[in-house]
């Protein structure tokens, strides 16, 4: 069994700054692509940022330039660095894994639960 656990999320004023982390656990042989999407009320959940295994990176153009994805593969951890942040980036924001388990079972994409960020004054 596979678990992404996130955290680091709440309430920041505008302008404000958080930083999100998920660790990914359990029986996990690879880890591909790693990436946090986010979905606002009413809309559908879309990609913030996305991470190879190589470390080559691609941005919401929302976000570009104020979000910063990295990973530490040892730890099997991804991070969102969040600045300047914005109302509208307000959303429950999720961690996805692309990973495989064992040798000989395919890849798959791994989902946390999810963690809310709210931008607020």
């Known amino acids: 069994q596979v678990q992404l656990v996130e955290s680091g999320g709440g309430l920041v004023q505008p302008g404000g700054s958080l930083r999100l982390s998920c660790a990914a656990s359990g029986r996990i042989f690879s880890t591909n692509a790693m990436g946090w999407y986010r979905q606002a009320p009413g809309k559908q959940r879309e990609l913030v940022a996305r991470?190879?295994?190589?470390?080559?990176?691609n941005y919401a153009d929302s976000v570009k330039g104020r979000f910063t994805i990295a990973r530490d593969n040892a730890k099997n951890t991804v991070y969102l660095q969040m600045n300047s942040l914005k109302p509208e980036d307000t959303a429950v924001y999720y961690c996805?894994?692309?990973?495989?388990?064992?040798?000989?079972?395919?890849?798959?994409?791994?989902w946390g639960q999810g963690t809310q960020v709210t931008v607020s004054s």
């Open positions: 996805n894994g692309n990973l495989r388990q064992t040798y000989y079972t395919d890849s798959r994409d791994y």
């Open positions: 991470i190879t295994s190589g470390g080559s990176t």
